[in-house]
């Protein structure tokens, strides 16, 4: 039987909520169109058909760089946060990170799902989570250490800075946001490859990635 965890809601992503992107961002906030820094979080949308159970392959569309980063996803239950979630997340390269077009965020398998929901008592609770690094491996060489220390919006105030403008139902995620390299850059994936995410107190997220030709 399968016991694989995988959403039963919406899945929200968070942009710009690491300390260094942020940071590399902020010479350009206060240009058009946004002529200001966001004062609320930045959010966007992982659709149903994006969702890859980990173990499973991820398809790339031919010709164009694709990037993928680590993420911490928390999973909404009846009486607040249930548990938490390791994510890949999969981006077709793009200019900008403030508004990620659909069709470079959603094609199908864009999100690599992790295997299981960790129940929150069992990380120390919210506070407990910025104690947390993910750790993103491709062909098992170190690529990418995600120190959820370095949030801009810890989770719990992410979490009240959502609530202010919506409701998130039992089911839904919101992931914390995925930290880019110090260039500003994200790592990139080529068919052929194997990604790793892992954390302490979680089973790791293995994907391997495929061309359209070959999937």
Excluded at 72 to 99: P, Q
Excluded at 146 to 175: C, S, W, Y
Excluded at 183 to 192: E, F, K, Q, T, W
């Amino acid at each position: 039987m399968n016991t694989h965890w995988m959403p039963e809601g919406t899945v929200y992503g968070t942009l710009l909520n690491f300390q260094r992107e942020f940071a590399l961002w902020a010479p350009r906030m206060s240009q058009p169109p946004y002529l200001a820094p966001p004062k609320a979080p930045v959010l966007y949308v992982k659709t149903a058909n994006t969702f890859t159970p980990a173990g499973h392959t991820i398809v790339l569309p031919a010709g164009q760089p694709v990037a993928v980063s680590a993420s911490l996803g928390l999973v909404m239950g009846a009486a607040g946060v249930a548990g938490a979630v390791l994510f890949c997340e999969v981006a077709i390269v793009h200019d900008s990170y403030y508004r990620p077009p659909v069709k470079f965020q959603c094609l199908d398998g864009f999100l690599g799902v992790g295997p299981e929901c960790v129940p929150l008592q069992r990380l120390g609770g919210l506070a407990g989570l910025s104690a947390l690094q993910l750790e993103l491996r491709i062909h098992g060489v170190h690529r990418q250490t995600t120190v959820l220390a370095e949030l801009v919006r810890d989770a719990a105030t992410l979490l009240a800075d959502v609530g202010e403008f919506m409701t998130l139902r039992p089911g839904d995620v919101l992931m914390l946001g995925s930290d880019c390299l110090a260039d500003g850059s994200r790592p990139l994936v080529h068919a052929g490859d194997t990604v790793e995410i892992g954390a302490t107190g979680f089973k790791p997220v293995v994907h391997r990635f495929a061309s359209e030709e070959t999937a």
